[in-house]
């Protein structure tokens, strides 16, 4: 049994075998093996070859006679390269001498062939290390068995173990099987966090080596509260987790049973609580567990799902579905913020050499009009439909938020000239979470409705740490004290502009900072559905005048250490049952 230490990223806690899914670039970690063990591997290798070979010449014989001549090539150059013992007999000679798995042996030989073949000035020699790496991943596959492939064909419940995952990974997880993830990258408000809380399955992130340390088909405890994973438990431990597994669904049960009352603070203040999304099912989610709305609809995610670009209509059947479930009460659309570690890198030609700081968000779609304006259009026709609201991310200064608007602009003139209905009065905000946005924040308020604050980026951009980057994470948090002094200055010139203000990033899920953020003035949040109830419960709890105290003498504090500790000796006074 071993223990080991990350980030609690989505709460909860499952007991699985676990299912190791690496990414192509990454490499299959070394593990040393037993001596006796060697015998196994050198089989496993032999195996893996004849499945490898039986594949392929099934797949070329499937081939028609008219099927592409380059194809039927490729598949012998790849059979004849399988085939080969001496390539064999290097694998097999690199498990005994080095005492590693099969994986790892095929891995490694396999890509210093490739690398020979990449350093030949020939071309047509060095493409064939694509064929290598081809060949490498088809073995991997069979010895990796159904780790790597079936994750789309699951069959029964697994935890996912991975070095890291993208958004778009996770948000193609089937949940009735995928039970928990643990991650060696990631940080809390990583977008694949975001997503792995969405979809209500309990993750661990930032554990470094797991990966290193764990094999397919081995139990691991993922216990998404504390931010431990626990491997190959015994039999004690799987009962002391299932007991608190049970713990859980219960006071989950309980906090459910909050949903019809208001979420107003002992003097009587009220909050309002919304719902952040990514998909248009989830908003039946929110709903269910007491949103007044959407508060932050993430519409990137109708591209990462999809490998084709979506289209007008598939924008507006999102929109609608969103909509029909909270009939007039409010829906905000942030329009596509793509970029960073959202789509575009993968699908870019050339990366970008810091895409957190490059193309994303509001400036790909500066960029990109065709893009921006179809999903404008679909926007501006589904805003008669029920109460919606427009918001523009990642912007940074005047300008570019003026430059938004006049886009939007002409897309309605243009739904104007075809005579299509929408709504004239739409409101349009945006999301501040750029320094530079919160310090010009008095500026961009009188041509704003609202805002909605971005703490995730905010506190990226503040503090300069990759808010994914789990080797940085100690340095990453929402209530650093320059964070806070932005914040509070949004808070004041949305006040004193009379414009609506809501908290839209993870900060406002985290119990602990509730106190703060009501004490700083805001009364719109808006979560991740399955910490609704609890940050409800703690709503409920206090009083404006408790929070404020706490708001004051936070603000008054140096070091983000006393802020915390402080802040979480706070609420633990107020609701000491939530811990
Ligand atoms: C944020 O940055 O706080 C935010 C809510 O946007 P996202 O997490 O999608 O970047
Ligand atoms: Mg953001």
């Known amino acids: 049994m071993e223990i080991k230490k990350g980030i609690a990223v989505s709460p909860g806690i499952s007991i699985a075998k676990c299912l190791i899914m690496d990414s192509e670039e990454y490499r299959i970690p070394k593990r040393t093996i037993k001596p006796s063990q060697r015998m196994l591997e050198v089989q496993r290798a032999r195996n893996a070859f004849r499945n490898a070979i039986d594949q392929l010449t099934d797949l070329n014989a499937s081939q028609s006679d008219f099927a592409d001549k380059n194809i039927k090539d490729i598949f012998a150059v790849h059979l004849r390269f399988l085939k080969d013992r001496s390539l064999r007999k290097q694998i097999t000679d690199f498990i005994y001498s080095e005492s590693v798995t099969a994986e790892y042996a095929v891995s490694t030989i396999l890509r210093e062939i490739a690398s020979h073949f990449t350093k030949v000035k020939d071309t047509y020699i060095s493409e064939r290390a694509a064929d290598i790496y081809d060949i490498e991943r088809r073995i991997l596959t069979q010895l990796l068995g159904n780790k790597r492939e079936a994750i789309g064909n699951l069959t029964e419940e697994v935890v996912v173990v991975a070095r890291e995952l993208s958004p778009t990974q996770t948000a193609g997880f089937d949940k009735t099987f995928v039970k928990g993830l643990a991650t060696d990258a990631g940080g809390r408000t990583s977008h694949t966090a975001i997503v792995a809380r969405s979809l209500g399955i309990p993750a661990v992130v930032a554990l470094e080596d797991f990966t290193e340390i764990v094999t397919g088909g081995d139990t691991v405890i993922i216990d998404g509260n504390r931010g431990i994973v626990i491997l190959n438990p015994d039999e004690s431990t799987i009962e002391q987790y299932q007991q608190f597994s049970q713990e859980f669904l219960a006071l989950e049960h309980k906090l459910d049973a909050l949903r019809e009352k208001p ?63 909270f009939k007039h009460r409010p829906v905000t659309i942030r329009t596509l913020d793509l970029g960073a570690d959202k789509y575009t890198q993968s699908r870019r030609l050339a990366p970008e050499p810091n895409p957190f700081l490059g193309l994303r968000s509001i400036r790909f779609c500066l960029q990109n009009l065709t893009i921006f304006k179809t999903q404008l259009h679909a926007i501006l026709r589904a805003s008669v439909l029920g109460n919606v609201k427009v918001m523009f991310p990642l912007i940074t200064n005047l300008q570019e938020m003026m430059q938004a608007k006049m886009i939007f602009r002409d897309v309605m003139e243009d739904l104007d000239e075809e005579g299509v209905q929408y709504n004239r009065d739409i409101e349009v905000g945006i999301m501040v979470e750029t320094p530079s946005a919160a310090l010009v924040a008095a500026s961009l308020a009188r041509d704003s409705d609202f805002f909605s604050i ?55 899920s985290e119990p602990d900072n509730i106190m703060l953020i009501l004490g700083m003035g805001v009364r719109t949040l808006s979560l991740a559905h399955p910490m609704i109830p609890e940050i409800k419960q703690i709503i409920r709890s206090v009083t404006i005048e408790d929070c404020n105290r706490v708001a004051r003498k936070v603000l008054t504090m140096n070091a983000e250490r006393h802020i915390s500790s402080y802040l979480r000796d706070a609420t633990r006074k107020i609701i000491p049952e939530a811990f």
């Open 263 to 325: 979420a107003i603070t002992r003097d009587g203040v009220q909050i309002k609580m919304l719902g952040n999304i990514e998909f248009p099912e989830e908003a039946a989610l929110v709903l269910e567990k007491g949103g007044d709305g959407i508060g932050l609809y993430r519409t990137e995610f109708l591209y990462l799902n999809s490998e084709t670009e979506p289209t007008e209509e598939d924008h507006y059947k999102a929109y609608a579905e969103t909509i029909k479930v």
């Open 454 to 508: 971005g703490t995730n980026d905010l506190t990226q951009y503040t503090l300069a740490v990759d808010r994914g980057n789990e080797r940085v994470s100690t340095l990453y948090s929402a209530v650093d004290p320059a964070v806070l002094r932005l914040i509070r200055t949004v808070v004041q010139d949305a006040h004193k502009a009379r414009i609506d203000l809501s908290i839209c990033g993870e900060m406002a």
